[in-house]
């Protein structure tokens, strides 16, 4: 499943600090954005399933960040969407997507999606015929919790909001800087796992975050990229 969409606004920085500009780092393995007289780099951990967002400038500035969900709830599968999903031509009229759950602690976000009990696992082990050997079958999707969090030691929760983008109405968790600072960093874990316990999940997932080190963990990743350029690349004349 999709985890939602992270939408950041920058806070009127820099005047003369007129375009845009995106470029893919290759060689380093990042995104790098100029707008408004900031850096933005965006780089995801090789070794650990983390998110990094860089901000800064040479003036002190803000900026406001929104956690977007379309699955803020139950979503009733209308017909001919079950094309889209496992089930195919098996889903039953009354079915439907189940709501997300997004909670906010000060400066976190967390967010999951827990399967419900019975999934497609079980309805194509009774369409098969297969119940007597069910509890011998490795069921991939049983008790899955899937999401993350976000963290930013600088931001503090505004509000929520609704809006719509393609058709569809999604629900918005805002959150805005505390101070104006030259630096801003945005840390988003995700963890998924076969767990039927959520506080498991989350006690596992902030374990992620007691094990990052920014600037180590940057070092090696783009070391990881640098490598494997240079055992990956093809000469043409």
Known sequence: LKQGRIRIRLENVNVEGKGFRQTLKLNDGYVEIFHKGVNIRIWVDVFKPVIHVELDSEIPFGYHLSYENWRYRDRHIRKGEG???????????????????????????????????????????????????????????GNLISGGMLRCDNLKFENTSLSEYQETDYKSWNLSTVNKKCKHEVIIVLHSEQNPNIKDWENNTRAIFDKIDSINDKEKSQKWWNDFWKRSFQNQS
């Open 83 to 141: 094309q889209q999903s496992s089930y195919k031509w098996t889903a039953k009229a009354a079915m439907k997507t189940s709501k997300d759950s997004v909670s906010v602690y000060n400066n976190e976000v967390v967010f999951f999606h827990k399967n419900p009990v019975e999934t497609v696992f079980d309805v194509t082990v009774a369409q098969q015929g297969l119940d007597d050997v069910k509890s011998e079958m490795y069921n991939p999707i």
